[in-house]
DNA sequence: GTACACGTTAAAGTTCACTTGAAGTCAACG
DNA sequence: CGTTGACTTCAAGTGAACTTTAACGTGTAC
């Protein structure tokens, strides 16, 4: 089995050891076994960094992460809490959706004035979006 | 016209008074006009500050909103470096969007574990995503 | 055996995006 | 005229997510 230190897990996984040990350290990661005081990890940690990194881009919190990986998913509690929590995070993650279609509409409108006329054309889609006012 | 007072703007925004006042400092809103040492906004002020907070929900920090709203938009400078801000910024949107999607089929197939087989499900899930380990 | 690369912990420092607190200004009300 | 309430500025504080620093341990290479 491939056993990997902290820096090449952590450069495979585009982290710093650093942060590594901090995900550790709040518990969002579990403690890793040591070989004489060194941490130790193998392939796996990568897709559950994976996770992590998607939950983050997403909008997670750290602390939200870790409920989710070590509460809600590892836990049969029929406890309908969390189902708040996750009902609340879908809608969440619904408008941030739309939010980040109408930001790349904005991206995209901006970028397609690359005719003569681009400042009128940056103007008129700063208009469009309300950035700047209809004086 | 209506000329609305800070904490009139920050109720309709759901923003705090000292968060405009921020915004202001950083320059991320034009220096309000003031009447007798206090700012007043008209509406307009509304559509610009929805643009802010859709980009913050896109991932953008203050710093690029306030480079895209002050500088890329009012701006008829045929600079080209903008474009490659706004290229890159584009492909982080549509990585963010599917990480967005990503999170959401997680969570929405963790919700739908509202069966008998309640632990087993979440177990599937979790490792269908990567959370829990293939021990 | 000692130099060196890489690892360890604990604590302090950094950045971002605000918030809070202190001290003061201003207009309207009684 | 005084007090109330909403505003002002400026400085310091906060929480999240790391990073940096200092002092120390460990295994391999010469």
């Not at 995070?89 to 939010?99: A, F, G, V, W, Y």
Request: net charge neutral; glycine share 6%; charged share 25%.
């Amino acid at each position: 089995m491939p056993e990997m230190t902290i820096s090449q897990v952590a450069r495979q996984a585009g982290l710093r050891p650093s942060t590594l040990r901090y995900y550790e350290e709040i518990g969002l990661l579990p403690t890793a076994r040591r070989r004489s005081g060194q941490r130790r990890y193998d392939s796996s940690i990568l897709q559950r960094l994976a996770v992590i990194h998607t939950a983050r881009q997403a909008g997670f919190t750290l602390n939200e992460i870790a409920i989710l990986v070590n509460d809600i998913i590892p836990n049969p509690s029929p406890s309908p809490q969390w189902r708040d929590l996750l009902e609340r995070k879908l809608i969440e993650l619904s408008t941030l959706l739309s939010h980040v279609q109408s930001m790349r509409s904005l991206l995209e409108d901006v970028m397609r004035c690359d005719d003569p006329e681009l400042a009128d054309c940056i103007y008129q889609t700063g208009r469009k979006h309300g950035i700047v006012g209809t004086d």
